[in-house]
């Protein structure tokens, strides 16, 4: 059964970085797609970033061109380094594996779903 340990949220001010980072284990990581979710209060978890086994990238529209989704597979990690943060990137961010196919964007498609990390913008 994989099992997702996420690192790395924080406070920092508007305009800051934070690298978050995923430790996978239990599956087959080299094989498995991943992605990033985050989730404010009172809202719907939404998909951020995804990264499949070949490498190809997706990001929502929200956060492309300030997040970097990579994966490393001889560690067995994934990393989200978010640049540029505004308030509203202010969520709990959660990292999913176990991906069926389909679209990434929807939290159905994922098996696996670590506990969280999160990071707080200030303005």
């Known amino acids: 059964q994989v099992r997702l340990v996420e690192s790395g949220g924080g406070s920092v001010q508007a305009g800051g970085s934070l690298k978050l980072s995923c430790a996978y284990s239990?599956?087959?990581?080299?094989?498995?797609?991943i992605a990033w979710y985050r989730q404010a209060p009172g809202q719907d978890r939404e998909g951020v970033a995804f990264?499949?086994?070949?490498?190809?990238?997706a990001y929502s529209d929200s956060v492309k061109g300030r997040f970097t989704i990579l994966r490393d597979n001889g560690e067995n990690t994934a990393s989200l380094q978010m640049n540029s943060l505004k308030g509203d990137d202010t969520a709990m961010y959660y990292c999913?594996?176990?991906?069926?196919?389909?679209?990434?964007?929807?939290?159905?498609?994922?098996?696996?779903w670590g506990q969280g990390t999160q990071v707080t913008v200030s303005s």
């Open positions: 999913a594996a176990g991906w069926k196919e389909g679209r990434w964007s929807r939290p159905d498609n994922f098996d696996a």
């Open positions: 239990g599956g087959n990581f080299a094989r498995d797609g």
């Open positions: 990264i499949g086994r070949t490498w190809n990238t």
